[in-house]
């Protein structure tokens, strides 16, 4: 019965093929390691240790925008460049969300581009859609709760913080702590917002939050617009860009700005002995919070680096370098429970009332519409 005998063998042989390592050595992958460029994660590109290698390779991170004192940036780059002896250059640091993008765009093909970002939400999908973004889901992607990341892993949310009102005591006889406050007499060419909201998304997020607290919504920012005309028209509201520099001087003495900014303001001037008594509010009557999203550049120069980079500030070290600077990470929740939170920079946050709500995509994108149609029309035209 010489049938049987070769059904045997034929099927032991293909057990035994099954059981044999699939390359000449036994612990290589199955899969072959993809380039960094086009790595949607680290284990595609083979793992941690050899996107590492690759990074160190590059030996450089182009970033923008990244002021030192912002959510403690200074402690991050410092941190990455003494972990991987990678060098991090920031290019234009008092730059904004939308000068991010416009780097992306303009320096695609001359090296000196961004590798990664960090901008407003509404930034990071409008980048997205435009197909500037690389997909790449950093080890913890799982873990970042589904509203505050993009489902093909072209951004996704590090840090936020609320929309406050930063005030210099010193300046201010008595400090506002709500919108409806800002209108009084009292603060005429006193009240400043971080920028131009057509630009920089910390005063976006400062109309919308003006908007919420004066009868608007998350489908309307259009009486956080109005606000603000209101105020310059009664001389309150001033179009300078409020920074330490400006507060230090005088110029901005009152600053809506996200907490962790406002917050680490105060603790800089307490150290350089500066004559500012700088104090925060978080105002109930226009309760914003938000999200600042990485990514990646699709062209990015140094792509194996950036990858690298976005590991670092969603790992346990580079999170709770956010929160040492008031910034609340995206991670908080999940850091809890596996015991990684700072505990003791999580009680420096300022208690907040009730949980925070967010727009949607949509949302943001009709509120960016409207504010770059009408923001210079209504506001400061």
């Not at 509010?281 to 194996?304: L, T």
Request: net charge negative; glycine share 8%; charged share 25%.
């Amino acid at each position: 019965m010489p049938a049987p005998r070769l059904r045997t063998a034929f099927v032991a042989a293909l057990l035994a093929l099954a059981a044999a390592p699939l390359g000449a050595c036994g612990d290589k992958p199955v899969a072959a390691p993809r380039e960094p460029a086009v790595a949607t994660s680290a284990a595609d590109a083979g793992g941690m240790a050899a996107l590492t290698a690759a990074a160190k390779k590059e030996g450089s991170l182009n970033t923008i925008a990244l002021p030192r004192d912002w959510a403690n940036y200074g402690a991050l780059i410092d941190g990455f460049e003494k972990k991987y002896g990678i060098k991090v250059r920031v290019e234009n640091p008092d730059g904004t969300s939308q000068d991010e993008i416009d780097a992306l765009k303009e320096h695609r093909r001359d090296g000196s581009a961004p590798d990664v970002i960090d901008v407003g939400g509404s930034f990071a999908q409008s980048a997205a859609r435009q197909g500037l973004l690389a997909p790449y889901q950093v080890a913890a992607f799982d873990q970042i709760p589904e509203e505050q990341k993009d489902k093909h892993a072209r951004w996704y949310n590090n840090y936020g913080g609320y929309i406050s009102i930063g005030c210099d005591a010193k300046r201010v006889k008595t400090c506002p702590s709500t919108f409806a406050d800002l209108r009084k007499p009292e603060y005429k060419g006193q009240v400043s917002l971080n920028g131009d909201p057509t630009k920089s998304g910390s005063a976006f997020a400062g109309v919308y939050a003006a908007a919420l607290a004066n009868g608007g919504s998350f489908d309307d920012i259009q009486p956080g617009i109005d606000f603000f005309a209101e105020l310059s028209k009664n001389g309150n509201f001033i179009p300078v860009q409020s920074s330490p520099d400006t507060i230090a001087k005088g110029q901005t003495p009152i600053s809506i700005d996200w907490d962790f900014l406002n917050l680490g303001y105060a603790d800089q001037f307490r150290e350089k002995g500066a004559d500012v008594d700088w104090r925060t509010a978080i105002p109930f009557d226009g309760s914003f919070a938000e999200y600042y999203a990485n990514g990646v550049n699709k062209d990015a120069p140094h792509p194996a680096a950036a990858r690298l980079w976005q590991e670092y500030v969603f790992s346990p070290e580079g999170q709770n370098l956010r929160l040492g600077a008031y910034a609340r990470p995206v991670l908080m929740d999940a850091m809890k429970e596996d015991g990684t939170l700072d505990k003791a920079a999580a009680e420096n946050l300022p208690t907040v009332e009730g949980t925070p709500t967010f727009p949607t995509e949509e949302q943001r994108e009709k509120a960016r519409e409207t504010v770059n149609r009408n923001w210079a029309k209504d506001v400061t035209g």
